[in-house]
């Protein structure tokens, strides 16, 4: 992921990389909260493992709409992904 992340910055690699790390960062402390708020409502001590899913599903459907977007643009021409796209 950070890879992408860093081949679609083009000319800002640095910050891309920055970018990603803050968002681990966000989604670290997201979850821990999340996470003590489940249990604090008194839903039990395996509630935050079903948070972690519904928030593991919730990446999985990002990254599949980005990997298609990605996929449609490289098909139509468009470079949004990073990509040399040789012209015909």
């Known amino acids: 992921m950070t890879s992408r992340l860093i081949r679609v910055s083009n000319e800002a690699k640095l ?7 803050a ?3 966000i989604a670290n402390s997201l979850g821990a909260w999340l996470g003590g708020l489940v ?8 509630a935050p493992g ?4 519904m928030l593991a599903a919730a990446g999985l459907v990002l990254i599949i709409i980005s ?5 449609r643009d490289r ?3 468009i470079d ?6 040789p012209r015909a």
Do not use: D, K, P
Request: charged share 10%; glycine share 20%.
């Open 15 to 21: 910050l891309g990389a920055a970018l990603n790390h």
């Open 80 to 85: 949004t992904g990073g990509i040399v796209i």
């Open 75 to 77: 098909r139509q021409g």
């Open 67 to 71: 990997v298609s977007v990605e996929r």
């Open 39 to 46: 249990i604090a409502a008194g839903f039990g001590y395996l």
């Open 23 to 25: 968002a681990f960062n």
């Open 50 to 53: 079903w948070v972690g899913a």
